[in-house]
């Protein structure tokens, strides 16, 4: 089935350290990417997303992420991570093939220790 | 600031019972979408409106429905709830414009707590 796997369910890390987070598709056509960030208690906010051009792409917050097609990936990092950092992460796909939908990810919740 | 409102953040409903979800946009956007997330999945997709027309997704059961009476408003019915719909409900938007991607932007969300 046509899905969206993020690779860690749980990351913990120390402030200052450098983060990655996994995230690979399955469609095989055109597809447009995302990062979204829920903050504890608040909802979900785009953190950044890709439709074409450069596959690196530079959100808020100093958050990158780096689209390479052929590993149908779209990861996410940040060089330096901060307690305010802690929540949790997803990715999402929109198989454009399918109109304008979002199939999202398990999510991965971070939490940075100070 | 213009925003997706849910109403109310925390359902309680017993089994069987029907409730409805509520969800209220600023936005003006003309698409507006229906999420389901349990504990530790991913949002998954029920259905949406584009203007009027209601977009069921196929594995979505017949035990959901929604409404949609004018642009700013979208109800979540669920006619007879059993133990395994407790989830967060997710209320999206989006414009909608042709030819465009068009960002969808989430309200906060409703716990559903089935008894």
């Known amino acids: 089935a046509q899905s969206v796997s993020q690779h860690n369910h749980h990351v913990i890390l120390s402030e200052a350290a450098s983060l990655e987070l996994g995230c690979n598709y399955s469609?095989?056509?055109?597809?447009?990417l995302f990062w979204y960030v829920q903050y504890p208690g608040q909802h979900l906010q785009l953190l950044l997303k890709?439709?074409?051009?450069?596959?690196l792409v530079k959100g808020i917050k100093g958050f990158e992420a780096e689209f390479i097609k052929s590993k149908f990936s779209f990861n996410l990092r940040k060089p330096s991570v901060q307690w305010s950092d802690t929540a949790e992460y997803f990715c999402?796909?929109?198989?454009?093939?399918?109109?304008?939908?979002?199939?999202f990810g398990a999510g991965t919740i971070l939490r940075v220790k100070s | 600031d213009a925003m997706v409102i849910q109403n109310p953040r925390y359902q309680v409903t017993q089994f069987g019972k029907p409730v409805t979800l509520s969800c209220s946009q600023t936005?003006?956007?003309?698409?507006m979408y229906w999420y389901q997330q349990k504990s530790s999945q991913a949002p998954k997709l029920l259905f949406h409106?584009?203007?009027?027309?209601?977009?069921n997704e196929a594995d979505t059961p017949d035990n959901f429905q929604s409404r949609r009476p004018n642009t700013s408003f979208c109800f979540l019915d669920i006619r007879s709830p059993g133990l395994g719909d407790a989830a967060m409900y997710l209320c999206?938007?989006?414009?909608?414009?042709?030819?465009?991607?068009?960002?969808?932007?989430f309200g906060p969300g409703t716990r559903l707590t089935v008894l």
């Open positions: 936005l003006n956007h003309n698409v």
């Open positions: 999402a796909v929109d198989p454009m093939e399918y109109g304008n939908k979002l199939v």
């Open positions: 890709y439709f074409s051009g450069d596959p």
């Open positions: 409106y584009y203007d009027k027309d209601f977009n």
């Open positions: 469609y095989g056509g055109t597809v447009n």
């Open positions: 999206a938007t989006s414009a909608g414009r042709e030819g465009f991607y068009n960002e969808q932007f």
